[in-house]
Every structure is written in structure tokens, then in C-alpha cells.
């Protein structure tokens, strides 16, 4: 493993997961939430954003976290290893809740300055519907992918899979 990229639903545990995977590695973690926004939630245009992702992509080693749409092509296509958070939706939306109150008015570690946790309906209906569309665009690239891809369903099995780096 030199280049992992971690995908999943919201609240799946992507930026915790790549955290520990560069822990124990060495490689270095980019968390692309903290990329992609600017303060006060403002999206970057779509070209800047693509210019971004393909500079890190270029780099030897690394550990991604994120699955934004517009990204997976080209974290898929530098990837050797896909690790893939696919839990529970009511997992997730738990882990989303309990994350909002945690971290209300502060900016976690993994995202950007400026872009205080909040909790909306929105992104609740998004992280509640998941394994719909967004999901499918995750499934409908793996079998094009030629590296390794660990597909993790429980919580438990995050650490079985740490502990065979």
C-alpha cells in the first residue's frame, strides 16, 4: 500500500480510518474536506478543485479520504488500494448527530479553517439516503479498478484491518 484512498458515506468513519492508516504506515494523509472547502462552506470551482486533487494524486505515496464525485476518477486511477466504509446508514447518521454535538461552532481537525461543524436537514437527508445514487457511484467504479479493494460492512472489522497493516 502507497497510495490508499478511503471512501464511504457521510459519518462512516473516512477521515478517522485514514488518520490511522497513516499513523501506522507513515504515508501521509490528506483529508480532502479539508481541500475542497473554503470558509463559510464555499464550494472552490470545478476546474480549481480537479487542479488540486490531481496534484496530490501525483505524489508517491499517500492516503485519501473522501468521495467526491467529481474526485473518484482520479483517486481511483493513481489508487493501489480502495478501502471502502460501507456501514449502515443508521450508523452513520448516528455517528453524524453525535459528531455535530460534539464539535458544534468548532472546526474539526480534518476540515477546513473556517467551516464550523453544523448539522442541517439537508445533510442529514444525504447521509439517511446514501446507499441510493451516491453509493452506486462508488460501486460502479470498483470493477474497474486493478489494485486491492478491503470493503469493510461492520465497525469491528476496521480494527481486524488496521491490525493487518
Given amino acids: 500500500m502507497r497510495r490508499v484512498v478511503v471512501v464511504g458515506g457521510p459519518g462512516s468513519g473516512k477521515s478517522t480510518l485514514a488518520a490511522a492508516i497513516g499513523a501506522r504506515t507513515g504515508l501521509p494523509v490528506i483529508h480532502l474536506d479539508r481541500h475542497h472547502w473554503r470558509p463559510g462552506w464555499v464550494k472552490p470551482d470545478k476546474p480549481e478543485w480537479l487542479r488540486r486533487v490531481e496534484a496530490f494524486t501525483g505524489a508517491e505515496t499517500w492516503v485519501i479520504d473522501g468521495n467526491y464525485g467529481s474526485a473518484l476518477d482520479l483517486t481511483f486511477a493513481r489508487a493501489d488500494t480502495v478501502v471502502w466504509l460501507d456501514l449502515p ?31 442541517d436537514w439537508k445533510f442529514l437527508a444525504y447521509t439517511a439516503t446514501f446507499r441510493g445514487a451516491p453509493r452506486q457511484r462508488i460501486v460502479d467504479r470498483l470493477p474497474g479498478f486493478a489494485g486491492t479493494i478491503v470493503r469493510i460492512r461492520r465497525p469491528r472489522d476496521v480494527e481486524r484491518f488496521l491490525r493487518s497493516l
Fill in 89 to 119: 446508514s443508521w450508523l452513520c447518521l448516528w455517528r453524524i448527530v453525535r459528531r455535530g454535538v460534539q464539535h458544534w461552532g468548532k472546526v474539526r481537525p480534518d476540515m477546513a479553517e473556517g467551516c464550523p461543524e453544523q448539522l
